[in-house]
């Protein structure tokens, strides 16, 4: 169980997931997201879902098209491989109509420097491609339902990306079970670069829009008092 996230900025694109891994007896943290490297592409990716058909899934493809050869075709080439994947792990397992626990989700990001930047969302054997942003696992009606009121910006900034992923996160491992631990967040450039934010920075974030998220709280309720809607003002412009 999961949330994972990615944004689609100007210079690039930003993943983010939290850390937990659950089963029926046991709780563990580790990550959902990494990269690997296929000839001069970059490939970015983040899961949610069945933990290990979808590292089994990722590692396959990394299998087959990491290393130094440039594939021509890479984005064609890695959905083939995860619906491939897909169809046997999953479909082919005889709870895939009846435990929606087994299946899995990826967001994948590919980038070729100096030519293109995209990022794809899986739904079982589609690899669909992404405009703005997706959100994926558990936590997924809660992280679209935060998003949606940004959508009025007309490209998101890699401020904007990281803001919105790092609230998200947040209020999903309070509001939802199955997600909690670290925030990973994860930002491929366009130049092929990544970037992973540190822990604890990404921490001091949440720390601060939780805060500040409470007072706009605050400060909605006073407004709601009658008996001190003449102090509104005066809250709003200390706020």
Known sequence: MTIAVGFCFDGGILLGADSQYETYTMRTYGAKMGFFESGKSVVAFALAGHSQFAWSAINKCQEKLGGTIQKQHLASEIETILENEYRRNVLTHPAATTDP???????????????????????????NPVAEYECIGIGESLAQFLI?????????????????????????KIHVPGCGGHSMILVLRTDGTVDFMAAPAVEHLEKHLKSFDDEVRKLALSFGEFSRRGEFDGDLQRF
């Open 101 to 127: 626990t087994i299946h899995y989700n990826c967001l994948i990001a590919i980038c070729s420097p100096g030519k293109s930047i995209s990022l794809y969302s899986t739904h079982e054997t589609a690899m």
């Open 148 to 172: 949606g009121p940004s959508r009025t910006i007309k490209r998101f900034s890699d401020e904007d990306a990281l803001t919105l992923a790092a609230q998200v996160l947040d209020a999903t």
